[in-house]
């Protein structure tokens, strides 16, 4: 969350997040405040459980510093062992690190942003919202089933992730251009298949067809332990909601 221009008390609205939190969950959690998305990150794990931690840039030196390197976000276990390979521990150790010493172990482009984030840099935005790529409806089965043998459980459900997924669709004002589907196999292999259509849409029953189409692409010679719809290509929808109507057909028929 981005407080920067905010005319209250940054102390006073993190705390009445706390409350809200608590309330309508009845767990505590902790908030990190700080200049940047990647000290807030840090911040927010120093006084848990349920602190309220304040760093400014002014407290990088005595407060993040002598935190263990791997305490920033984005340095994983591989990159630790081998910081501590060099004789880097901290995040203090990390900044007064000869950057020649980082670009020979990590490269360029790493061992730079390893020497911004120890003294506490990142000018990453703080995205609050960010647009829908895709939706999907799936399901386990609770035993594996055969595509044939099974065809009358399969079809019902099938049909009902298409609904689902189109249902999802209307509530959110998307249309798609793209659906596909997501099979996992008894042997634990995935296969996924899109079909591109026409026209953009929200319908269950174009879905339902487009989906079956996609269906019809695939060798069904081993029994199905997943099964999911998924629709990509979205857009705002323009024109106004369509009406909901679908008649369960076969499985791979698409009708």
Not at 28 to 41: E, F, Q, V
Not at 119 to 140: C, N
């Amino acid at each position: 969350m981005d407080l920067s221009q905010h005319p209250d008390d940054i102390r006073v609205i993190a705390q009445r997040i706390k409350d809200a939190v608590r309330e309508a969950t009845g767990l505590s959690c902790s908030i990190g405040i700080a200049p940047n998305k990647l000290l807030a990150k840090i911040s927010s794990e120093l006084e848990k459980p349920n602190g309220l931690t304040v760093i400014t840039e002014a407290d990088i030196p005595s407060r993040i510093w002598p935190l263990a390197a791997r305490k920033i976000n984005g340095i994983g276990p591989k990159a630790a062992e081998k910081l501590t390979a060099l004789g880097v521990n901290t995040i203090g150790e990390l900044a007064t690190t000869d950057p020649a010493v980082l670009q020979e172990n990590f490269g360029r482009t790493y061992s730079e942003w390893l020497m911004r984030a120890s003294h506490g840099l990142d000018d990453r935005p703080v995205v609050t919202s960010s647009e829908t790529k895709s939706i999907s409806r799936e399901t386990t089965f609770e035993r594996d089933l055969h595509a044939k043998l099974d065809r009358d459980t399969l079809t019902p459900i099938f049909t009902d992730l298409c609904v689902r997924l189109a249902g999802d669709l209307q509530r959110k004002g998307y249309v798609t251009r793209t659906v596909g589907i997501k099979l996992r196999f008894s042997d634990f292999r995935i296969v996924t298949r899109d079909l591109t259509i026409p026209d953009a849409t929200d319908d269950a029953t174009a879905i339902r067809q487009a989906a079956g189409e996609c269906l019809r692409r695939v060798m069904l010679d081993k029994r199905l332990r997943l099964l999911g719809v998924r629709a990509t290509a979205l857009s705002r929808k323009d024109a106004s909601d369509k009406s909901l109507e679908l008649t369960q057909g076969e499985l791979f028929s698409g009708e």
